[in-house]
């Protein structure tokens, strides 16, 4: 007789989870992951210091991101738009982007979201390419 694994949800508290150093001012805080039992999704919020930037990069997989406070600006394959809170974008897979903090003075906090537990970012300038999932402390 098989026991069948029951998975139960959770309640995730940004507060009281250790951020990722990205470098350049930038740092992620990892919500929805395996660690946590998702299966399908990985999302969770990276801080950008005042005009911090995360370089260009790619993922295997689409990927939405929302801003929840600040101004940034997206660069999506090439063309950068200014976004505020609450605006949203959404980046099919493969297509080099990055988000830097228009702000000399203020914090950028975007929260992301990969339709893919195994979600891969590719940095363009380098082409080292990490399992996102793999990024928590």
Not at 85 to 91: L, Q, S
Not at 101 to 109: E, F, P, Q, V
Request: proline fraction near 5%; include cysteine.
């Amino acid at each position: 007789m098989t026991t069948a694994t029951k998975v139960e949800g959770r309640v995730l508290r940004p507060s009281e989870i250790k951020p990722h150093e990205r470098g350049g001012g930038a740092r992620t805080i990892p919500l929805v992951t395996r660690a946590v039992g998702s299966t399908s999704l990985l999302n969770g919020i990276t801080e950008f210091g005042p005009e911090a930037a995360i370089p260009l990069h790619t993922h295997n997989c689409e990927e939405s991101v929302l801003v929840l406070e600040g101004d940034a600006i997206a660069e999506l394959d090439g063309v950068q738009h200014r976004m505020s809170a609450n605006d949203t974008t959404w980046v099919p897979a493969n297509v080099p982007h990055r988000f830097i903090n228009a702000s000399s003075t203020g914090k950028l906090r975007i929260f992301w979201t990969y339709a893919s537990v195994d979600a891969t970012r590719t940095i363009v300038a380098t082409g080292d390419t990490r399992s996102i999932d793999s990024e928590r402390i």
